[in-house]
Protein backbone atom coordinates (compact mmCIF):
# COMPACT_ATOMS: atom_id res chain seq x y z
CA UNK A 1 0.00 0.00 0.00
CA UNK A 2 1.36 3.21 -0.94
CA UNK A 3 1.71 5.87 1.70
CA UNK A 4 -0.37 8.86 2.46
CA UNK A 5 0.80 12.67 3.19
CA UNK A 6 -0.51 15.31 5.66
CA UNK A 7 0.53 18.86 5.98
CA UNK A 8 0.42 19.94 9.89
CA UNK A 9 0.87 22.95 11.96
CA UNK A 10 2.54 22.18 15.28
CA UNK A 11 1.95 24.39 18.75
CA UNK A 12 4.94 22.94 20.80
CA UNK A 13 4.60 23.61 24.90
CA UNK A 14 0.63 23.29 24.81
CA UNK A 15 -1.11 21.76 27.29
CA UNK A 16 -1.82 18.56 26.19
CA UNK A 17 -0.89 16.59 22.84
CA UNK A 18 -3.83 16.41 20.82
CA UNK A 19 -4.96 16.99 16.86
CA UNK A 20 -7.31 19.99 17.33
CA UNK A 21 -8.66 19.75 13.57
CA UNK A 22 -8.14 21.27 10.20
CA UNK A 23 -6.41 24.58 9.88
CA UNK A 24 -6.85 26.00 6.77
CA UNK A 25 -5.34 23.32 4.31
CA UNK A 26 -3.08 22.18 7.32
CA UNK A 27 -3.89 19.62 10.62
CA UNK A 28 -3.34 21.52 13.69
CA UNK A 29 -1.32 19.23 16.21
CA UNK A 30 -0.49 20.64 19.69
CA UNK A 31 1.93 19.00 21.97
CA UNK A 32 3.39 19.35 25.57
CA UNK A 33 6.80 18.73 24.45
CA UNK A 34 9.67 21.31 23.30
CA UNK A 35 11.06 22.25 20.20
CA UNK A 36 14.49 20.50 21.50
CA UNK A 37 16.13 17.49 20.41
CA UNK A 38 13.21 16.27 18.06
CA UNK A 39 11.09 15.73 20.91
CA UNK A 40 8.11 17.65 19.45
CA UNK A 41 8.76 15.46 16.16
CA UNK A 42 8.08 12.52 17.86
CA UNK A 43 5.33 13.80 20.10
CA UNK A 44 3.61 15.13 16.84
CA UNK A 45 4.17 11.56 15.37
CA UNK A 46 2.62 9.84 18.28
CA UNK A 47 -0.29 12.05 18.12
CA UNK A 48 -0.73 11.74 14.74
CA UNK A 49 -0.73 8.44 14.97
CA UNK A 50 -3.18 7.62 17.53
CA UNK A 51 -5.83 9.81 15.68
CA UNK A 52 -5.26 7.60 12.83
CA UNK A 53 -5.26 4.22 14.17
CA UNK A 54 -1.62 3.00 12.88
CA UNK A 55 1.20 2.37 15.04
CA UNK A 56 3.43 4.96 16.08
CA UNK A 57 6.61 3.78 13.44
CA UNK A 58 3.91 4.38 10.71
CA UNK A 59 3.97 8.17 11.03
CA UNK A 60 7.41 10.12 9.93
CA UNK A 61 8.23 13.51 9.57
CA UNK A 62 8.88 14.14 5.55
CA UNK A 63 9.65 17.49 5.75
CA UNK A 64 10.17 20.52 8.33
CA UNK A 65 11.86 19.17 11.36
CA UNK A 66 13.08 21.95 12.64
CA UNK A 67 9.67 24.04 11.55
CA UNK A 68 6.04 24.70 13.25
CA UNK A 69 4.67 23.69 9.40
CA UNK A 70 5.66 19.96 8.78
CA UNK A 71 4.83 17.51 6.29
CA UNK A 72 4.05 13.70 8.05
CA UNK A 73 4.25 10.22 5.65
CA UNK A 74 2.10 7.75 6.73
CA UNK A 75 3.11 4.45 5.28
CA UNK A 76 0.25 2.50 6.14
CA UNK A 77 -2.50 4.06 4.64
CA UNK A 78 -3.40 6.73 1.51
CA UNK A 79 -4.32 10.01 1.33
CA UNK A 80 -7.98 8.64 0.75
CA UNK A 81 -8.21 6.84 4.12
CA UNK A 82 -6.07 9.89 5.70
CA UNK A 83 -9.23 12.12 4.62
CA UNK A 84 -11.91 9.04 5.90
CA UNK A 85 -10.73 9.49 9.59
CA UNK A 86 -9.53 13.23 9.60
CA UNK A 87 -11.90 14.92 7.27
CA UNK A 88 -11.35 16.99 4.77
CA UNK A 89 -8.79 19.76 4.61
CA UNK A 90 -10.58 23.20 4.20
CA UNK A 91 -9.32 25.83 2.25
CA UNK A 92 -5.55 27.11 2.60
CA UNK A 93 -5.18 30.18 4.60
CA UNK A 94 -3.02 31.79 2.12
Known amino acids: MAGGRISVHVTPRSARDEVAGWRGGELSVRVTS ?12 RAVAAALGVPKSSVSVARGHASRHKLLEVDSLDDEAIRKILGEPAEPLF
Open 34 to 45: PPEGGKANAAVC
